[in-house]
C-alpha cells in the first residue's frame, strides 16, 4: 500500500488555485487492484483482470466516490473529493447536513463532528456541542460521552474546522485521546489538514473535476422544523444549490433514505427526480428477509408505481448464497430487475481486511469470504449477473479498474 502514495504529488501540484477537468490521461488507479487480482484464486476473472496491468484507464459512472475516498483521506473533504476523481470516479458524492444557520454541508450525519473533524481541539466550538465531552474510563468500561452536530454551530464556525479520518478511542478520558481512534486499517498519513466543504462548495469543486453528483439528503438528527426550517425546504434548498448553480439534472443523483423525500422531489422538482435513488434500509425493520417478499415494507412494484426509477440497497441485500454454496442473486435484487427498477449498491471497500468475513456489508454470504480477493468477486458477480449501474466505493480506484477492464 506504501507504493501508492507515489501518485500525491501529482494529484495535489497545483491544486491550490485554479483547478481544470481531469483528463482520461490523468487517472491512476494505483497498486490496490492489482493487489487485490493477486488475492483471487485461478480463474477466468482473475486473467481476465490481470490483462489490465498496461491498460490506460478512463473515469467511469459506475465508480462512485463514497464520501470521496476515505479508505485513507478524511471524508467529505476536499482532498478526499479530489483524490477520488483522480482515481475515475465519474460520481461524487456529498452528504448533506445543514448548521444552525440552515447553511447546507457535506457531513455523513448531522451529528458526527466529534469522529469526523478536529471541533474537540477547538475549545470555543467544543463547548457548543449537543453532548458536550466527559472522559471514559476504559477500566471501569465506561464510555465516553460526547455528540457535536453541524446544528450546533454556524456556518462560518464549521468552516474554522478540519476534517480528520473517522474514528473515536471510546473509553478515553481526554479530548486529546478521543479523537485519535483511527482503525488501524486505514492510515492518518493524509489527514493532517482535512478541507470541510460547504455543498455549494463541493458543487463548484465536481464541476471543475469534470464529475457528476450524487447529494444524500441526511435525515435530521434534530426535530423538524428546525427554527422554522421544514423538512420540505430542506429537500428544495438541495436541488436549488443545483439550480443555482447551472448544473443540469442529468448530472445530479440526488439520494435518500426516506421515501417521503424521493416523492417530494418527484412531485416538485420532476427534472433531478427522474435520477433519485432511493436508499433502502429496510434491513432495519425487525423480520426483514431479502429474501422474502412478505416481510418488506414494500413491494418493487409500488416503488416503480411510486416514480422511483433508482433503488440503492446495502451490497448484502442484493446477494446470497446458493445451495451449491456459490454467490447467487437475492429475490430482492430479482424482484427490482423484474419491476423495471435500476440498481445502485454500497459500499465496497468499506470493511478493512475481508479474512473476518466482511461485516456488515457481506453478512449474507460471509461463508463465500476468504480472503480480500472477494471483494473482486462480489463486484463482478453485481455486475455481469446483477446488472448494477453503479457502485459506491471508499477506495474507487477499484471499482475504476474493474470497470475499465470489463468495459
Aim: aromatic residues 10%; negative net charge.
Amino acid at each position: 500500500m506504501k507504493r501508492f502514495v507515489g501518485f500525491i504529488p501529482i494529484l495535489f501540484a497545483g491544486c491550490t488555485s485554479t483547478l481544470t477537468v481531469l483528463q482520461d490521461e490523468d487517472i491512476q488507479v494505483g497498486v490496490r487492484p492489482y493487489y487485490l487480482v493477486e488475492q483471487l484464486a485461478e480463474s477466468e476473472l482473475k486473467t481476465r483482470l490481470s490483462r489490465c496491468k498496461s491498460k490506460a484507464f478512463k473515469k467511469s459512472d459506475f465508480s462512485i466516490g463514497h464520501r470521496g475516498a476515505p479508505l485513507q483521506f478524511p471524508e467529505h473533504t476536499k482532498e478526499s473529493y479530489m483524490a477520488a476523481a483522480k482515481m475515475g470516479a465519474g460520481i461524487l458524492e456529498c452528504d448533506v447536513a445543514f448548521t444552525k444557520d440552515k447553511a447546507l454541508v457535506c457531513r455523513h450525519s448531522q451529528c458526527d463532528l466529534h469522529t469526523t473533524t478536529n471541533i474537540l481541539a477547538i475549545p470555543e466550538l467544543a463547548k457548543k456541542c449537543r453532548v458536550p465531552f466527559q472522559g471514559g474510563d476504559v477500566d471501569q468500561g465506561v464510555k465516553a460521552k460526547v455528540e457535536c452536530c453541524t446544528s450546533d454551530i454556524t456556518l462560518d464556525e464549521f468552516l474554522q474546522l478540519k476534517g480528520k479520518m473517522d474514528g473515536a478511542n471510546e473509553f478515553a478520558k481526554t479530548k486529546q485521546a478521543y479523537m485519535q481512534g483511527t482503525p488501524n486499517w486505514r492510515t492518518d498519513l493524509y489527514a493532517a489538514n482535512g478541507t470541510v466543504m460547504t455543498h455549494k462548495q463541493s458543487i463548484e469543486l465536481f464541476k471543475q473535476l469534470g464529475v457528476k453528483m450524487t447529494p444524500e439528503l441526511k435525515t435530521p438528527q434534530v426535530e423538524m422544523p428546525f427554527d422554522g426550517f421544514t423538512q420540505q425546504a430542506y429537500a428544495t434548498k438541495l436541488i436549488s444549490e443545483y439550480e443555482q448553480a447551472g448544473v443540469p439534472a442529468k448530472d445530479v443523483f440526488p439520494q435518500s433514505f426516506l421515501l417521503s423525500d424521493v416523492k417530494y422531489w418527484l412531485k416538485n422538482h420532476s427534472d433531478y427526480a427522474q435520477q433519485a435513488v432511493y436508499l433502502d434500509d429496510s434491513y432495519e425493520i425487525a423480520g426483514f428477509d431479502h429474501n422474502d417478499p412478505s416481510t418488506w415494507q414494500h413491494t418493487m412494484v409500488e416503488l416503480k408505481a411510486m416514480g422511483v426509477n433508482i433503488i440503492a440497497p446495502p451490497l448484502w441485500m442484493l446477494v446470497t448464497t446458493s445451495e451449491k454454496g456459490e454467490l447467487a442473486q437475492s429475490a430482492y435484487a430479482t424482484e427490482a430487475k423484474k419491476a423495471g427498477l435500476k440498481i445502485i449498491t454500497w459500499s465496497l471497500e468499506r470493511s478493512g481486511p475481508l479474512a473476518n468475513g466482511g461485516g456488515f456489508y457481506y453478512q449474507s454470504v460471509k461463508d463465500l469470504v476468504k480472503d480480500d480477493g472477494f471483494t473482486l468477486e462480489l463486484l463482478d458477480f453485481l455486475a455481469q449477473e446483477i446488472g448494477v449501474i453503479g457502485v459506491f466505493s471508499d477506495w474507487p480506484a477499484t471499482t475504476t479498474f474493474y470497470a475499465n477492464c470489463m468495459n
